[in-house]
T-cell receptor, first 109, second 114 residues
Framework: AQRVTQPEKLLSVFKGAPVELKCNYSYSGSPELFWYVQYSRQRLQLLLRHISRESIKGFTADLNKGETSFHLKKPFAQEEDSAMYYCALSGRGYQKVTFGTGTKLQVIP | GAGVSQSPSNKVTEKGKDVELRCDPISGHTALYWYRQRLGQGLEFLIYFQGNSAPDKSGLPSDRFSAERTGESVSTLTIQRTQQEDSAVYLC????????????FGQGTRLTVV
């Protein structure tokens, strides 16, 4: 069974402070990991995926297989980063994508 | 259409009535998902369709909930004898298949049971 855990329902940080949204997963094979974001009144959308090893809007995430984690990080939070963030996991091939329960990021001006 | 389309956008229904929610995925997407999002809460998985395989219904909360998909196109989520706790936003998503494919979400149907 595959499982994604986001331990924080709400994370509040001040503008300019570093951000780390935690994500831990459970999967017996080689996982594909993603971060999705939902801004206020907008659709849920892909932010980044681990295979791309890219930085999107200043966010990065590194897959740590030893700790089974895929934390999302940004060195300096901006007000427009306030949103709901979901970590997601899938196996290789035609596998179901499993989402975590999400973390609401609140950036305080 | 270019994206995932859900209808209706909003639905207010009386407790005990049945409702049907519709999802039009992106053409060619073999995978389709339904999720529920209660106010202030995260995504709750309901059901997953992948091609012609048997759907994964493991997230359906009770036998009042059911969903169908016609081939690789439209899906309907039916809630029978609605209860107030069914009030939520119901989200549909589709993807082109392999796990590295991005899941595209619809705008959701906001269901209010009064």
């Amino acid at each position: 069974a595959q499982r994604v855990t986001q331990p924080e329902k709400l994370l509040s940080v001040f503008k300019g402070a570093p951000v780390e949204l935690k994500c831990n997963y459970s999967y017996s094979g080689s996982p594909e990991l993603f971060w999705y974001v939902q801004y206020s009144r907008q659709r849920l959308q892909l932010l980044l995926r681990h295979i791309s090893r890219e930085s999107i809007k200043g966010f990065t995430a590194d897959l740590n297989k030893g700790e089974t984690s895929f934390h999302l990080k940004k060195p300096f939070a901006q007000e427009e980063d306030s949103a709901m963030y979901y970590c997601a996991l899938s196996g290789r091939g035609y596998q179901k994508v499993t989402f975590g329960t999400g973390t609401k990021l609140q950036v305080i001006p | 259409g270019a994206g995932v389309s859900q209808s209706p956008s909003n639905k207010v229904t009386e407790k005990g009535k049945d409702v049907e929610l519709r999802c039009d995925p992106i053409s060619g997407h073999t995978a389709l998902y339904w999720y529920r999002q209660r106010l202030g809460q995260g995504l709750e998985f309901l059901i997953y369709f992948q091609g012609n395989s048997a759907p994964d219904k493991s997230g359906l909360p009770s036998d009042r909930f059911s969903a169908e998909r016609t081939g690789e196109s439209v899906s309907t989520l039916t809630i029978q004898r609605t209860q107030q706790e069914d009030s939520a936003v119901y989200l549909c998503a589709s993807s082109s298949g392999p796990s590295t494919a991005e899941a595209f979400f619809g705008q959701g149907t906001r269901l209010t049971v009064v």
